[in-house]
């Protein structure tokens, strides 16, 4: 018989509950590491320039922040956009980034797919991202060192935006 020291009312005699040594521990664990991998949504806008003639379009998106490496990313979008369509991305959290995106896949969701949103976004991109200037490469290593504190459970060897 396994004993954890658990009891029932009645009687003044204590019974003892039937499972293994340090089963509460493990439960402990893996509800810890389940909220270290909490997903953390965020509204975010892109503004997008699909063929160097067209006029830019701005759209509202939706990215979750643990699928954000220093390459780049996948974000849900409202329409379809052509490989190759070069833009801005802004993240407003943890704190306000903008990166120059290149898109580089394009996937259609299946209907109904729920992307906690009021907004429907029938498509997920990926993004490389664009480094226009000499600082960016380094403000966006500090933005994911400042998301690996915040969200430790976030795995940069996983690679969302490349090729599917």
């Not at 389940?34 to 965020?42: E, Q, S, T």
Request: proline share 6%.
């Amino acid at each position: 018989m396994f004993d954890s020291g658990g009891s029932s009312s009645g009687g003044g005699k204590r019974k003892k509950a039937l499972r293994p040594p340090g089963m509460g521990q493990v439960l402990i664990t893996e509800m810890r590491e389940l909220d270290a991998f909490h997903l953390k949504r965020i509204d975010a806008s892109l503004q997008v320039q699909e063929t160097p003639e067209a006029e830019p379009i701005l759209l509202a998106t939706r990215a979750i922040l643990n699928d954000i490496s220093e390459q780049g990313t996948a974000i849900y979008v409202p329409k379809a956009l052509h490989l190759g369509a070069t833009g801005k991305l802004v993240l407003p959290e943890p704190r306000l980034i903008e990166l120059g995106i290149k898109v580089i896949w394009c996937q259609e969701l299946e209907q109904g797919r729920n992307v906690f949103a009021q907004q429907t976004f029938p498509f997920r991109i990926g993004v490389q991202f664009v480094f226009q200037g000499n600082g960016d490469a380094e403000q966006l290593r500090q933005y994911c060192s400042e998301l690996s504190r915040i969200y430790p459970g976030r795995d940069l060897t996983h690679a969302p935006y490349s090729a599917a």
